[in-house]
C-alpha cells in the first residue's frame, strides 16, 4: 500500500527498539500487483477470495463486500480500481511514534496532521492560487512540449515526500520566471514519463527548450536560485 512519511530503513522505538526495512515503502499497490503479474510470484490465495488486504482483522476484508473483485491467475477479476481506491484510503495503525515534524506517524497512509498532504490534496493546487500550470493528461504535456516556447516541467507524485519538500520553491520559480512552469502527475503514466520526460525517480524537473528538447535537471538542489540558474543556462534569461 502507498505509505506515508516512512523511511526505506527506520529504528522505531518499540518495546527496546525495532530496525525496520520497508523495501515497498514507495510502491503503490498496483505497483505490487503488477510486480507479482510480471514475475509470477506466489501470492496469497485470499487475493483470490477478493480480499487486497491481509493483516489486522479489521482490515482483512473483500473489497467489495461481495467479493466480486479479485486476483486470480495473476491477473485482476472485475473491477480493480475499487481494490486502488480502498489502498488509497485503508487506515493504519498507530504504533506511537512521531515524524520529523512532530506530527504522529503511522504504518499506512492514515489521515493525520503532517501526513494529510501525501492524501488529501494535490501539489500546486490552481484553487489555492498556484501559478503552476497543470497538465493533467499525456497529450497536455505534448502540447506543452511541442508549443515552440521555453518552459519547465515538474514530473512528481502528490505523496513523494521530496515533491513536497520542493513544493514551495517550484511555486515560486513559477511566479518569477516569464515562461510557462507546469507540473505533470508522474506516477499515473510512469512509462510515459520514463520515456519521454527523463523520469526515474520523483520530483523530476525538466526545461523544455523551444525546438522540444526536454533537458533534466540532474542537481538535488531545488531551490529557486538553482532552479533559475539551469534555466538561464539551457534556453537564455527568462526573468
Given at each position: ?14 518495546g ?11 510502491w ?9 503479474a ?19 482483522a ?6 467489495p ?24 484510503e485503508?487506515?493504519g ?24 498532504r ?32 521555453p ?15 520542493m ?6 520559480l ?15 503514466e ?8 527523463n ?29 533559475k ?11
Open positions: 500500500f502507498e505509505r506515508a512519511w516512512i523511511d526505506l530503513f527506520e529504528n522505531a522505538p518499540i527496546g527498539g525495532l530496525a525496520k526495512c520497508n523495501p515497498l515503502a514507495y503503490t499497490l498496483e505497483d505490487c500487483f503488477d510486480y507479482i510480471k514475475y509470477q510470484i506466489p501470492h496469497h490465495p485470499l487475493h483470490a477470495e477478493g480480499y487486497p488486504s491481509i493483516g489486522d479489521k482490515d482483512t476484508i473483500p473489497i463486500e461481495d467479493g466480486s473483485v479479485t486476483f486470480k491467475n495473476f491477473e485482476f477479476q472485475g473491477d480493480k480500481a475499487q481494490w486502488l481506491d480502498y489502498a488509497c485503508r487506515k495503525r498507530f504504533v506511537g511514534l512521531t515524524k520529523k515534524d512532530g506530527s504522529a506517524k503511522t504504518e499506512c497512509g492514515i489521515h493525520v496532521e503532517g501526513a494529510e501525501t492524501f488529501d490534496r494535490d501539489l500546486w493546487e490552481a484553487g489555492e492560487g498556484s501559478a503552476v500550470q497543470a497538465l493533467g493528461a499525456v497529450s497536455d504535456v505534448e502540447a506543452f512540449v511541442s508549443a515552440g516556447k518552459a519547465v516541467v515538474a514530473v512528481y507524485a502528490p505523496w513523494c515526500q521530496f515533491c513536497q519538500a513544493e514551495d520553491e517550484y511555486e515560486n513559477a511566479k518569477e520566471l516569464n515562461i510557462p512552469v507546469a507540473k505533470f502527475r508522474g506516477d499515473e510512469r512509462e510515459f514519463v520514463q520515456a519521454n520526460l523520469t526515474e525517480s520523483f520530483p523530476t524537473v525538466n526545461v523544455v527548450t523551444p525546438d522540444g528538447k526536454v533537458v533534466k535537471y540532474d542537481s538535488e538542489e531545488r531551490t529557486v536560485e538553482a532552479f540558474a539551469f534555466v538561464e543556462s539551457t534556453v537564455g534569461a527568462t526573468v
